[in-house]
């Protein structure tokens, strides 16, 4: 298995409405990372898991929290989000920063 | 000043002809990125250099780690090229788990 696989490829969540993007890959890499990326942008690192202990948050709002249950997952959770963080959520993985490997986006969208 | 650039920022091409877009870093690194994006798409990861140059199908990429210069050529390209092609570059200086990404170049091949 070499992919990163990201679900949902879509969703659409009110201002108060819960939810929780998920990644996973099965490829023994054990850094973990959630970028966004809005339209014609390049991506922008929100957070890095290493050997399922969060290493870096680069000052992202509290709205997003990040979960690394275990070694192969990567959750996202989503609360009280704004129109302005609709955007493209990217799940990689590498092995401890080389061999990057992408999935293929959460395309979220905040009404 | 972006520590990646990449040139030209928007490439036309028609069905067959060569294409060569360039990468320019300001950093000292231990690993380049050549990434392709499809419009609405996830990343996907086409190569990873340290030095002197890798080919895979039509693609060939290369690196001068002294002057600071990567390409990436398609040779017959094909209107399924048509992407935005990502670099991002390793520094040295900014730890394992951090990359540096260019704007993208756009590529479009016309039939």
């Known amino acids: 298995d070499t992919e990163v696989t990201q679900t949902p490829k879509h969703l659409v969540m009110g201002m108060t409405n819960k939810k929780s993007l998920k990644c996973e890959q099965h490829?023994?890499?054990?850094?973990m990372y959630w970028y966004k990326q809005k339209a014609k942008k390049p991506p922008e690192l929100m957070f890095v898991?290493?050997?399922?202990?969060?290493?870096i948050n680069e000052s992202v709002p509290s709205r997003f929290s990040p979960e690394c249950p275990n070694s192969s997952l990567l959750n996202l959770h989503l609360h009280a989000l704004q129109p302005e963080d609709s955007a493209l959520y990217l799940c990689?993985?590498?092995?401890?920063?080389?061999?990057?490997?992408f999935g293929s986006g959460t395309r979220l969208t905040v009404v | 000043k972006n520590e990646v650039e990449q040139s030209p920022q928007n490439l036309t091409a028609q069905e067959g002809e060569f294409i060569t877009i360039n990468c320019s870093y300001s950093v000292g690194i231990s690993a380049l990125h050549w990434l392709q994006q499809h419009p609405g798409g996830g990343i996907v990861s086409l190569f990873m250099l340290s030095s002197g140059k890798k080919k895979h199908g039509r693609l060939i990429a290369t690196i001068n780690i002294q002057e600071k210069h990567s390409s990436l050529h398609i040779t017959a390209s094909h209107p399924r090229d048509s992407a935005v092609y990502i670099c991002a570059v390793r520094s040295l200086s900014g730890g394992n788990n951090r990359l540096a990404f260019g704007k993208g170049n756009q590529v479009v091949v016309i039939p």
């Open positions: 898991y290493s050997y399922e202990k969060l290493s």
């Open positions: 490829m023994g890499h054990r850094a």
């Open positions: 990689a993985s590498s092995l401890d920063g080389y061999g990057y490997t």
